[in-house]
């Protein structure tokens, strides 16, 4: 059983910063990529950021503020959130999948709530 636990959240002020951080029980490099999604109130669940051994991809929304990293010795993925705003406000999840010949696996945190509050 695949398991991801994060770490991080929590609340900040408008232009303060967070590191989410999420382990996973298996190598990083069993996973075709990891990332975070994230989900507010009232509205689907959206990506954020991923890396992969390619590279890292990012939302419109958070480019230039989120740098997400690895540590493989660690098993973990870390998510640095700075210059926050109110509307990144969201309980934010990490993912992991693994790919093969005609299928997927998609591995799913518990979620760590991140509110950004004055």
């Known amino acids: 059983q695949v398991q991801l636990v994060e770490t991080g959240g929590g609340l900040v002020q408008p232009g303060g910063s967070l590191r989410l951080s999420c382990t996973a029980s298996?190598?990083?490099?069993?996973?075709?990529?990891m990332g975070w999604y994230r989900q507010a109130p009232g509205k689907q669940r959206e990506l954020v950021a991923s890396i992969t051994t390619g590279g890292s991809n990012y939302a419109d929304s958070v480019k230039g503020r989120f740098t997400i990293s690895k540590d493989g010795a660690k098993n973990t993925v870390h998510l640095q959130m700075n210059s926050l705003k109110r509307e990144d406000t969201a309980v934010y999840y990490c993912?992991?999948?693994?790919?093969?010949?005609?299928?997927?696996?998609?591995?799913w945190g518990q979620g760590t709530q991140v509110t950004v509050s004055s």
């Open positions: 298996i190598s990083i490099p069993s996973f075709n990529a």
């Open positions: 993912n992991a999948d693994r790919r093969w010949a005609g299928g997927r696996v998609d591995y």
